[in-house]
């Protein structure tokens, strides 16, 4: 009798166990206030055409074999550790696309990860960057999206190792790397600086590729900005702290962000080049705020493969 108390005692421990883990995975989504401001009004779509531009948008969503950047038809392959990833049609389409989201939909997927059935999206997708947006730019970003051409079709599913189909995992990844909410202004920083944070750190996400990875996938702190291998092993991610472009002015990166040309008379390449084509568009003030957060950044050597 006493063996089976305790087999029953072990039994309920777990389930106990499974449900709180099953609690605390649960995909969050955006607060009261925050659904009240991307709600409250329309947005303007000459704004979020900024916002669009500052997220290089178009760099993962344009269709594949076309050379439309606004036909945001999706498809394109994101290659990972934990498999292929498709970027999703984020066309107006009301069918294959979002154009049936709401205001809500799209903060919950760019501030909380969390899609409008209520599932976790993958990291691949940058909402830990995208986490620290103004509600109010996603609400112009939807504006801006809703004027762009519907596009028909849907990419093929992910390509991913059956174990990472599990999404409700995804909630344990967050709870080590995810930390929503917006960026708070410094005040050791002036106004410039300070909007070169926001730009980079929230809209541009550019510790996304410019940092090395753990075995989880997560950025690893002490390479932040310092760039590294990335994480399939097939390319190599520029140091852009001082460790690297200490010699660079800030007149000349905000001269890159826009040319594409460095001071030594090259040309990026790769994604860097969709990067810049995006932040073209952008005003000057804009690359000039971003040139200066980033030559504020504290040198780091680039990490070895």
């Not at 609690?23 to 989504?29: E, F, G």
């Not at 392959?77 to 292929?84: K, M």
């Not at 504006?143 to 990472?164: C, M, Q, S, W």
């Not at 005040?187 to 753990?214: M, T």
Request: proline share 9%.
């Amino acid at each position: 009798m006493r063996g089976r108390h305790w087999l029953i005692l072990a039994i309920l421990a777990g389930c106990a166990a499974m449900a709180a883990a099953w609690l605390v995975s649960a995909p969050q989504r955006v607060t009261a206030a925050e659904a009240q401001i991307v709600s409250e009004t329309e947005g303007d779509p000459e704004r979020g055409k900024l916002v669009f531009a500052a997220g290089d948008c178009a760099s993962c969503h344009a269709s594949p074999g076309q050379s439309d950047r606004l036909r945001l038809g999706g498809g394109i392959a994101l290659a990972s550790p934990y498999g292929t990833f498709r970027a999703p049609n984020i066309s107006p389409d009301r069918i294959d696309g979002i154009g049936n989201w709401t205001a809500e939909d799209l903060a919950n997927a760019l501030l909380r990860g969390v899609s409008p059935d209520g599932r976790h999206y993958y990291p691949v997708f940058p909402y830990v960057s995208f986490t620290h947006m103004r509600p109010e730019e996603v609400r112009d970003l939807l504006a801006y999206l809703r004027t762009l051409p519907a596009v028909k079709g849907r990419p093929p599913d992910h390509e991913i190792n059956p174990i990472f189909r599990i999404r409700r995992f995804v909630g344990f990844w967050k709870m080590l790397y995810f930390k929503p909410g917006p960026i708070v202004p410094d005040p050791a920083g002036d106004e410039k600086w300070n909007r070169g944070r926001y730009l980079v750190e929230a809209l541009a996400h550019c510790a996304e590729c410019h940092s090395s990875r753990d075995m989880l996938g997560g950025i690893r702190p002490s390479t932040r900005y310092a760039g590294g291998q990335d994480p399939v092993g097939t390319g190599f991610y520029p140091n852009i702290t001082a460790a690297r472009l200490g010699n660079w002015s800030e007149a000349q990166l905000a001269a890159m962000l826009k040319t594409g040309i460095t001071p030594n008379h090259g040309r990026v390449g790769s994604s860097m080049a969709d990067v810049v084509t995006n932040l073209a568009m952008l005003p000057d003030s804009d690359r000039e705020a971003i040139a200066a957060f980033v030559k504020s950044l504290p040198s780091r050597p680039t990490p070895s493969p």
